[in-house]
């Protein structure tokens, strides 16, 4: 108990202190759809992933305790280790299939905390859902819990330069209506979730 209320201190002070000026002030972060966000019950964030700061990023704009999977290789980034690990993040080190992955995640459900899950795995160049996982919807059915799907647009292309001068994209952030769970875990009824989870992302995005 009391450590879930100190990791509950430490996202808060992070999230107004680190996330919150880089969001604001420096991306001129917008947050569309607050709305669709449960506010009661946990959930499972599925977005599309373009960028390493899109966890703090994400976690910040919707408001809630949201543990993301990270690669293990994120936690040794100077800064970015601290932040994502104060967040709430935990390394996977074989991605979703990973037996010990799958067991965190459903333990952080079950105790009301949401997570979040880039559904292509790994960062895309053209910041799209491209090659989505069926992990999220396994997830979703195992625990009876809420996908919700979320857009970060333009992450994959935060800062540009010209003449040497960096310039930094708005970045938006949309969030979709609350997704079912898949009524049962058979590869077809995954695939369906997953592919509703790509279409509905990549609306988002535009």
């Not at 010990?100 to 910041?127: H, P, V």
Request: proline share 6%; net charge positive.
């Amino acid at each position: 108990m009391k450590n879930d209320i100190f990791q509950k201190l430490i996202y808060q002070f992070v999230s107004k202190f680190f996330v919150f000026p880089i969001y604001k002030f420096v991306f001129k972060g917008h947050l569309i759809g607050r709305e669709n966000i449960p506010q009661k019950d946990s959930f499972i964030m599925v977005s599309n992933h373009g960028s390493l700061l899109d966890p703090p990023l994400l976690g910040h704009a919707l408001g809630r305790n949201i543990s993301f999977m990270a690669k293990a290789e994120l936690f040794k980034i100077p800064f970015l280790g601290f932040v994502i690990k104060a967040c709430g993040a935990y390394p996977v080190k074989r991605g979703i299939a990973d037996k010990n992955t799958i067991k965190i995640a459903c333990e952080k459900l079950s105790d009301n905390n949401c997570i979040g899950i880039f559904i292509d795995g790994t960062r895309q160049k053209n910041g799209r859902v491209n090659k989505p996982k069926q992990g999220a919807a396994l997830l979703a059915f195992k625990n009876q819990k809420l996908l919700l799907p979320v857009a970060i647009v333009d992450s994959h292309r935060l800062i540009k330069f010209k003449f040497g001068i960096p310039i930094f994209s708005k970045i938006f952030i949309k969030v979709g209506q609350p997704i079912q769970p898949p009524q049962s875990s058979t590869r077809d009824e995954l695939n369906s979730a997953t592919m509703h989870l790509q279409d509905c992302i990549n609306k988002l995005i535009g």
